[in-house]
């Protein structure tokens, strides 16, 4: 896997994802994780299988170990950020594609102007160009 493609990006920026929802959520890790995987499963945003505990959602959210994240987590953490009155936006360029790779995955869109009218106010400008870049790698990986 090339290290500066737009998944690698997504890839290195998924643990800090997390790590918001940890440093914003509400509760301790525990509680956390179980919100997080009930969130999944009522949303239809994946199976998490077992709930996680505290400890594996503090691992995950480790940007120094080589472990993704799981694709609902991430998923399901973007759509509980997007929803907080606190307005959190990505950190960096990588966990700005982990959040638009989440946003375009999350929901189905008609087009890359769509899915950038459809964010929140305070990330259309932070996410714009990350949108962009998911939107053509997305498009990329469709066959015809």
């Not at 503090?58 to 993704?68: F, L, R, S, T």
Request: overall charge negative.
């Amino acid at each position: 896997m090339p290290h500066h493609g737009f998944f690698a990006k997504v890839c290195r920026g998924m643990p800090a994802l997390i790590g918001q929802w940890l440093a914003l959520g509400r509760g301790d890790p525990d509680r956390l994780a179980l919100i997080l995987a009930e969130t999944a499963r009522v949303a239809g945003l994946g199976d998490p299988g077992e709930t996680p505990d505290g400890a594996t959602l503090e691992c995950w959210a480790a940007a120094d170990n080589d472990e993704i994240p799981p694709h609902w987590a991430v998923r399901t953490a973007l759509f509980l950020l997007v929803q907080m009155p606190a307005r959190p936006t990505p950190g960096d360029e990588p966990e700005a594609c982990a959040w638009a790779y989440c946003w375009l995955r999350n929901r189905a869109f008609d087009s890359r102007d769509a899915a950038v009218d459809a964010l929140p106010e305070h990330l259309r400008q932070p996410l714009a160009a990350a949108v962009t870049a998911a939107w053509v790698d997305r498009q990329g990986l469709r066959l015809v």
